[in-house]
């Protein structure tokens, strides 16, 4: 992933994903995008990348791609903050993720990427 961009309102997520492939994959992944509260899991938007208009296994070496994802919010409260915003990638077929790694090779807990954390709810800017 090389970044993303995010806007928030108190019923919406939109996150725009940038990634580039680092080699051609047979497979196509699925995209998660989930936002856990202290109680778990309170909103997701798993999809495949563009709305399946370019799966990954038509991707090669060094391509870019903007993917965005809305996700739907409601009943958030500040009693299950701090939010936190992940992602991630796995195989529809198995559920089985994608191994996730940090810049500095180090592999990530449940291999999901942490962007960042919504201290409270709806007003809160994600850290």
Avoid: K
Avoid at 94 to 102: D, H, Y
């Amino acid at each position: 992933m090389l970044g993303y961009d995010l806007e928030a309102d108190p019923e919406t997520l939109r996150l725009v994903l940038y990634w580039q492939a680092v080699g051609e994959m047979e497979t196509d992944y699925t995209v998660f995008v989930h936002l856990v509260g202290a109680e778990g899991l309170v909103a997701q938007g798993d999809a495949p990348p563009f709305s399946r208009a370019c799966p990954t296994s038509l991707w090669q070496a060094g391509d870019v791609w903007r993917d965005e994802h809305l996700i739907h919010v409601t009943d958030l409260s500040a009693a299950n903050a701090p939010y936190t915003l992940s992602v991630g990638w796995y195989e529809p077929a198995t559920g089985a993720r994608l191994p996730a790694s940090s810049a500095q090779g180090i592999r990530l807990t449940e291999d999901r990427l942490s962007l960042c954390a919504f201290p409270t709810w709806p007003d809160g800017d994600c850290l």
